[in-house]
C-alpha cells in the first residue's frame, strides 16, 4: 500500500511550519501549496498540484503513512518523548557529603575522647551550691 500522508516541516518565509498533508503535495525539496482554494477540500480529494501552486522549501518528512491518523498522531509520540516524567519532576538535588578538616581518625582519637572526658569528671566535681 502507497504511503498517501505525510508529516512534513517547511520553511514559509523565516518560520518553520509543520503539517499533515498528501505525500503528492511533496516533490523533490519542495512542499507545493494549494493558491486561493480551501486547503482541506484540497487535502480531502488529493489534488495534485500544478504550476500555480505555491512552492516552499521542504525542511524534512518526519513520517509517512497510509492513514492520515497516524500522521497526526505521530506529532503526539514525539512530543511524549520529549516531556518524559522525569523531565516533568523537579530535579532531585543531589546530597553533599560534609567533610570536616579538623576531623581526626585511629590514634588521635583516643586523646580527643580522653580530654573530653577528663573535662566533664571535673565539672561534675564542682560542688552545687543551689541550696543545700
Given at each position: 500500500m502507497e504511503?498517501?500522508?505525510?508529516?512534513?516541516v517547511?520553511?514559509?518565509?523565516?518560520?518553520?511550519?509543520?503539517?499533515?498533508?498528501?505525500s503528492?503535495?511533496?516533490?523533490?525539496?519542495?512542499?507545493?501549496?494549494?493558491?486561493?482554494?480551501?486547503?482541506?477540500?484540497?487535502?480531502?480529494?488529493?489534488r495534485?498540484?500544478?504550476?500555480?501552486?505555491?512552492?516552499?522549501?521542504?525542511?524534512?518528512?518526519?513520517?509517512?503513512?497510509?492513514?492520515?491518523?497516524?500522521?497526526e498522531?505521530y506529532?503526539?509520540?514525539?512530543?511524549?518523548?520529549?516531556?518524559?516524567?522525569d523531565?516533568?519532576?523537579?530535579?532531585?538535588?543531589?546530597?553533599?557529603?560534609?567533610?570536616?578538616?579538623d576531623?581526626?581518625?585511629?590514634?588521635?582519637?583516643?586523646?580527643?575522647?580522653?580530654?573530653?572526658?577528663?573535662?566533664?569528671?571535673?565539672?561534675?566535681?564542682?560542688?552545687?551550691?543551689?541550696?543545700?
Open positions: 504511503n498517501i500522508w505525510c508529516r512534513a517547511w520553511k514559509e518565509d523565516d518560520q518553520e511550519e509543520e503539517g499533515v498533508i498528501p503528492v503535495w511533496v516533490k523533490e525539496n519542495t512542499v507545493m501549496w494549494p493558491r486561493g482554494v480551501n486547503v482541506l477540500k484540497a487535502m480531502k480529494e488529493m495534485h498540484p500544478d504550476d500555480s501552486w505555491i512552492k516552499f522549501d521542504l525542511v524534512k518528512l518526519k513520517f509517512s503513512s497510509a492513514k492520515k491518523k497516524e500522521c498522531q506529532n503526539l509520540t514525539t512530543t511524549a518523548e520529549f516531556s518524559s516524567s523531565e516533568d519532576e523537579p530535579a532531585r538535588r543531589q546530597r553533599k557529603r560534609k567533610t570536616y578538616d576531623f581526626v581518625t585511629g590514634s588521635g582519637m583516643e586523646q580527643t575522647s580522653g580530654s573530653c572526658a577528663h573535662e566533664e569528671s571535673q565539672t561534675q566535681k564542682k560542688p552545687n551550691n543551689s541550696g543545700n
